[in-house]
């Protein structure tokens, strides 16, 4: 199990203060509704859509209600045990789970069903088209399942723009328009790139521009 620590200082990365909600408002209010023994709930949609995002910013409000939070993901190491006092499970990129991870997560299932635990999941595809054993497949398929969507262009630039204020970085639309004309419009990497370039920024002291981008990728040995 992955241990999600209360954010201490600066507000955290992953909120849902900070995550646009686009499209994804009713999956969202259901989430932030969520109470104790609720059914399952599965989020699914393509890379960079913002479930790892919405997995974390629903840990950190539970956590900061007291709860413990329980996150396991294809990265978590065997074997797999809910701590006593957990009040969420979170199961993250469930389709990459291999046998033994796949057994896992559905005696974790069972578990937190006989405790009253709420648990959350996520998945590239819908519960009924993972290539997973079929008793957590169904499982995963109990509650209400969303399907999250991409953010548009219009909100993507305000996404980027709302995490380089957090960093207190001066993002112009020149610098945006060469991340999304020249990298996939994937949220997650493009916040990586991001997060590399701000780094860059502070070590070079230099403030973040087209060139300074051009230079941090030329460096890492990546085509810009």
Not at 67 to 72: E, P, S, T
Not at 74 to 88: F, H, I, N, S
Not at 96 to 112: I, K, P, S, Y
Not at 171 to 193: C, G, P, Q, S, T
Request: a negative charge; glycine letters at 6%; one cysteine or more.
């Amino acid at each position: 199990m992955k241990q999600i620590p209360l954010a201490i200082g600066p507000a955290p990365i992953f909120t849902f203060d900070n995550f646009l909600p686009g499209a994804n408002a009713a999956a969202l209010a259901h989430l932030q509704a969520l109470g104790a023994a609720a059914p399952p709930v599965f989020l699914w949609g393509p890379p960079g859509c913002g479930k790892t995002h919405v997995l974390l910013a629903l840990a950190h409000d539970w956590q900061q209600a007291g709860a413990q939070v329980a996150w396991y993901d294809a990265e978590t190491c065997l074997p797999w045990e809910l701590p006593a006092q957990a009040a969420l499970l979170l199961l993250d990129d469930c389709e990459r789970f291999d046998a033994g991870q796949q057994h896992a997560a559905f005696a974790l299932f069972v578990e937190a069903a006989s405790h009253g635990l709420s648990v959350v999941a996520c998945g590239r595809w819908p519960p009924v088209d993972l290539d997973l054993r079929e008793d957590l497949r169904t499982r995963l398929g109990w509650g209400p399942t969303f399907a999250l969507q991409p953010l548009s262009e219009q909100e993507m630039r305000a996404a980027l723009r709302l995490e380089a204020e957090r960093r207190g970085i001066l993002l112009n639309a020149e610098v945006i328009d060469y991340l999304l004309n020249r990298f996939a419009r994937d949220l997650k990497h493009l916040m990586r790139l991001l997060d590399r370039l701000d780094e860059f920024s502070l070590a070079a002291k230099r403030a973040v521009s087209v060139p300074l981008l051009r230079q941090m990728l030329a460096d890492e040995g990546i085509a810009g």
